[in-house]
């Protein structure tokens, strides 16, 4: 049973502690027993070691064979040339290494520096390593929180936790338990290690430490993921075994050939057959092959794909499925407004993103603030909002503060609504526990007013009228209401209200006591983050290429489903079939989970755990997978992907230290490319093998057909 599921009262009782904290003797003993509160060091490979492995390759044995050879006869140009090659492939090789260990040490430096924890009945400052189970820690705006949390007390605590699980908004937080099978992103009443506190205060126990808190299970799956060698490095492991057996029984058959048939010398045979084997042997190859990479390399950053390893330039072209992140990568991560319902007429709204380019339409028309029922609506949702946006220098619009109410004021700009003129005299700040924010003020005409937002529900039940151009104030139609709510909500959209109530002339002061009856109801909104357009084109140009896109993503089902249909990555036929969530996976045997990985391709709510095991399956199936992500959670199955790929501006720097390649503008629209120039770089690959081949084949067939048919070998 977890943490989270238990009541406060059972987690102190298990951890023989009390809301008092311990005390400073209490906590010493702990800490001896527990050891500090940080993740453990994985010990690395010596120099010598790492160098070693860069020649752990057939290929590379039969060049360092040919380079001896070589030397023998001395032929020093050649014997340089090949050590030449060898030598500057291990120096790319050792490089590259240490991805894991570097992404490993990017986790660590998440991690909180210090805790304000109750010790000895008062509160203390104090390094995070010290904290112990059972410490009382207090958490405040703007703390990263130290250890994994239960929490005993909240004040619209809101905690943002996107490293962990990709969720772009801050989650609500809260003492109340929750379901024992609930993922990670619904375990409101935990707060996790590493995470960073959005608003508000709270109280919480420490339950885990170092590498028992769920990042630290995060950096235990990173060191214990297998790395898949590349298609590339198992073609060429393959073909270099083939062709040392075919040198090895070609050379054998041919020196007892010219010894027994044709009575040549021992001595002449043997350096004929040394010679035969250096001239098959194609020592340009590795240099070919990287010169050929790193070409490719180059043209990719110029597509915004940084790569950190050179295969992976040549996996890329061999992706049969991308599993991509929703968040950022299929979305702009800017939340917009797309729907608004008034009680005459239900809206569209054009444009994504807070650049305020697009149009409020009723019935396909465009329409203006001339209609009172807009007016009133997005008034209230631009004046009871503390964000701002705004044009930077570049052109570019910027938005500060929360980014629903981002959404919310973008939607007042491409209306006109211009709010700088109303005065705030009091306010009700939004807190968890209420779902709602108010102002009192004055408008630019002098009208004293209350302009309320928040969950509709909250609204809904505070309210006794709603605002209508025909009628003025009407009774609520409190049915009407939920059926448009329930229209928004199904089609994945965060839904928002808005009310308002004409105060006294000469009241000063906002409670929430005021806003307990009595409010006019004025319409809600529908709220979603984007699709951007140009991903919406490469999810279309990947299936006629014949790579599948899958979604994974940590966001609720609801949401998954209609950015998917949306992107088409999925059809309407399936309906809410096609997502499988967290919990279904978790059900499923490794068998089951063949099936899902190859039927389904949107998967909702997902852990760490879940997308490590979905890659696996694909694999398994013969697939060669690209991953995306930009949060610690994607870091291990980056790792285990046959080609992992980071977000290079809102990725943490674990998830970039843990990828082969790295989105310089987080947009998927540059994987499809990359994948494009992958696949053109293959084929040149493939082209100059051929090219050398031949010739290398060409000069060991002129010394085999000479002793073969017993004329004088072709050697100076």
């Not at 090949?82 to 998440?110: F, T």
């Not at 075994?241 to 040549?264: D, K, P, R």
Request: a negative charge.
């Amino acid at each position: 049973m977890g943490e989270h599921s238990r009541t406060v009262e059972e987690v102190l009782e298990r951890l023989n502690a009390d809301k008092g904290g311990l005390t400073t003797a209490e906590a010493r003993r702990r800490l001896a027993t527990e050891g500090p509160n940080r993740l453990p060091d994985a010990r690395p490979d010596s120099l010598i070691k790492r160098i070693a492995k860069q020649f752990n390759d057939i290929l590379i044995y039969v060049l360092l064979v040919a380079a001896v050879v070589t030397a023998v006869l001395q032929h020093w140009i050649d014997s340089g040339v090949i050590l030449g090659v060898v030598v500057i492939n291990a120096a790319i090789g050792l490089v590259q290494e240490g991805k894991a260990e570097a992404a490993l040490e990017g986790i660590r430096k998440m991690l909180s520096l210090d805790a304000q924890v109750r010790r000895d009945g008062r509160w203390v400052t104090i390094a995070a390593e010290e904290l112990v189970p059972g410490d009382v820690v207090r958490l405040r705006s703007g703390d990263r929180v130290p250890a994994d949390l239960r929490l005993l007390a909240t004040t619209n605590l809101q905690v943002e936790e996107s490293a962990l699980t990709g969720e772009s908004l801050p989650v609500e937080k809260g003492p109340d338990s929750v379901d024992e099978d609930a993922g990670v992103g619904d375990r409101t009443s935990m707060a996790f290690s590493s995470s960073l506190v959005t608003s508000g205060r709270g109280v919480g126990v420490v339950v885990g430490t170092g590498a028992n808190t769920e990042i630290g299970r995060i950096n235990t799956m990173i060191s214990e993921v297998e790395t898949l060698a590349t298609p590339l490095t198992k073609a060429m492991n393959r073909f270099g075994a083939q062709l040392s057996i075919a040198i090895g029984v070609l050379a054998a058959a041919m020196f007892a050939i010219g010894l027994i048939v044709h009575g040549n010398p021992p001595g002449d045979m043997m350096i004929a057959s040394i010679s035969f084997a250096v001239a098959a042997i194609p020592e340009g190859l590795p240099a070919i092959m990287t010169i050929t990479l790193a070409i490719g390399v180059q043209r990719m950053a110029k597509r915004n794909a940084i790569t950190r390893r050179l295969t992976s330039v040549e996996t890329l072209g061999s992706v049969t499925v991308i599993c991509s992140d929703k968040t950022g990568t299929l979305t702009k991560n800017e939340m917009t407004v797309r729907a608004i319902a008034t009680a005459d007429g239900t809206y569209t709204v054009s444009g994504t993103g807070y650049q305020p380019d697009g149009q409020v339409l009723l019935d396909d028309a465009p329409v203006t603030l001339d209609r009172p029922d807009l007016l009133a609506l997005v008034e209230a949702l631009a004046v009871a909002n503390d964000a701002e946006v705004s044009e930077g220098e570049d052109g570019q619009w910027v938005m500060i503060g929360e980014p629903t109410e981002g959404a919310l004021q973008t939607l007042a700009v491409k209306c006109g609504f211009d709010c700088s003129e109303y005065d705030r005299v009091d306010e009700v700040p939004f807190e968890s526990e209420h779902k709602l924010m108010a102002t009192l003020g004055q408008s630019p005409d002098g009208r004293p007013l209350v302009l309320v937002k928040g969950a509709p529900d909250r609204l809904l039940k505070r309210s006794s009228t709603q605002h209508s151009i025909q009628d003025g104030e009407s009774a609520l139609d409190h049915a009407w209401w939920e059926e448009r709510i329930a229209e928004m909500t199904v089609h994945g959209l965060r839904v928002l209200a808005a009310a308002r109530y004409a105060p006294h002339e000469n009241q000063r002061s906002l409670s929430l006591d005021d806003l307990d009856d009595g409010l006019v109801f004025l319409g809600v909104v529908g709220i979603v983050d984007p699709p951007r357009p140009e991903a919406i084109e490469s999810i279309a140009a990947c299936r006629r290429a014949g790579i599948a896109v899958k979604m994974i993503t940590g966001d609720h089902p609801a949401t998954a489903l209609a950015i998917a249909l949306e992107m088409d990555i999925v059809s309407n036929e399936r309906g809410d079939d096609a997502v499988m969530s967290g919990v279904e996976l978790e059900a499923a045997t490794d068998e089951e989970l063949h099936a899902i990985a190859r039927d389904y391709s949107v998967f909702a709510r997902t852990s760490p755990e879940h997308k490590l095991r979905l890659v696996k399956a694909l694999q398994s199936a013969g697939e060669v997978v690209a991953m995306t992500g930009d949060g610690v959670n994607d870091a291990p199955t980056l790792k285990r992907a046959d080609v992992g790929v980071a977000m290079g501006i809102k990725g943490t720097e674990a998830t970039k230290e843990a990828a082969e390649i790295v989105l310089a503008d987080d947009n998927f629209a540059s994987i499809e490319r990359a994948v494009e120039e992958g696949r053109t770089i293959y084929d040149n690959l493939r082209k100059a093998i051929l090219f050398i081949l031949p010739t290398n084949g060409a000069e060991a067939l002129v010394i085999m057909f000479a002793v073969v048919a017993g004329f004088a070998l072709p050697l100076t």
